[in-house]
């Protein structure tokens, strides 16, 4: 056998059930061929299990170490490890348990927004980040201490790092998530209530911020490098409020919050 068939039996092997071994490997003189190979078959799927479980420790938490142990192994199974970067791994679980196990979606519907909310969370961690946003005046970057006036809104943009997420859900993830991290028996009493958030990265930690449904508007529409007060006056034609439209202090806590964003 060629270097490439020896790689390609190796990785066939150690990925599925199979017991085949063609002629021509030699194991190592200490043991015996199934017993090296299935070394490395049981290496692989602990070291993708243990990734999966340190990712979602709020699902396991939520389904118990059994049921989570089974949905993982299944999804290993029929999910081969192709990524250079591990913790890019097991991205796709949240839709393989959406076909595989609708069920749990009923018993748990907030299930798939935690997921993503647990998988944004570490890629985030893991993503070298040097700042999370930029705010322009007249296409300069801003460096120091301003007021934003009137007269300048149409001259501001926020150049927001890419790796930030503004996420919403029908759900209160954030809360969700810290009572299954701590293991809580009972769920808050707001998580089945609509929650919109930004996650970002400061000083090697990621944050959540909750943010209004305007101001979650606010920062889509800003994404695609809109100018201040062409956002303002959108978010105004397409979010239906329960608030008095006169009252901007949502949207005025973003903008301290951006700035210090901005200036560190």
């Known amino acids: 056998m060629n270097d490439n068939q ?36 049981n290496c692989y799927m602990s070291k993708l299990t243990g990734v999966l479980a340190d990712r979602h420790q709020s699902i396991k938490n939520i389904l118990g170490d059994e049921l989570f142990k089974d949905i993982i ?37 907030f299930l798939l927004d935690l997921m993503d909310f647990e998988t944004s969370k570490e890629l985030l961690f893991h993503t070298k980040i040097d700042k999370n946003l930029d705010i322009l005046l007249d296409g300069k970057t801003i460096k120091k201490e301003f007021e934003i006036g009137q007269e300048k809104l149409s001259l501001i ?14 759900f209160n993830i954030p809360e969700i998530y810290k009572a299954a991290i701590n293991n809580t028996m009972e769920a808050p009493n707001n998580w089945n209530q609509s929650n919109s958030w930004i996650m970002y990265k400061e000083n090697h930690i990621v944050y959540n911020k909750s943010i209004s449904e305007r101001v979650y508007q606010l920062c889509i529409i ?43």
């Open 6 to 41: 020896v790689k390609d039996f190796f990785l066939k092997y150690i990925t599925s059930e199979s017991e085949f071994i063609p002629l021509g490997i030699v194991p190592s003189p200490a043991l015996d061929l199934s017993t090296a190979l299935n070394l490395y078959r």
């Open 73 to 109: 192994f299944h999804f290993i199974k029929n999910n081969i490890s192709k990524c250079w970067n591990i913790n890019k791994y097991g991205t796709e679980l949240n839709q393989f348990i959406k076909l595989e196990y609708p069920s749990l979606i009923n018993d748990y519907p």
């Open 157 to 170: 943009k926020i150049q927001f790092n890419p790796y930030i997420n503004f996420v919403k859900s029908n």
């Open 222 to 264: 800003l994404k695609n490098e809109v100018d201040l007060l062409t956002a303002l006056s959108e978010i105004d034609q397409i979010v239906s409020l329960n608030q008095d439209k006169s009252d901007y202090s949502d949207i005025e806590d973003f903008f301290n919050f951006a700035k210090k964003l901005a200036l560190q």
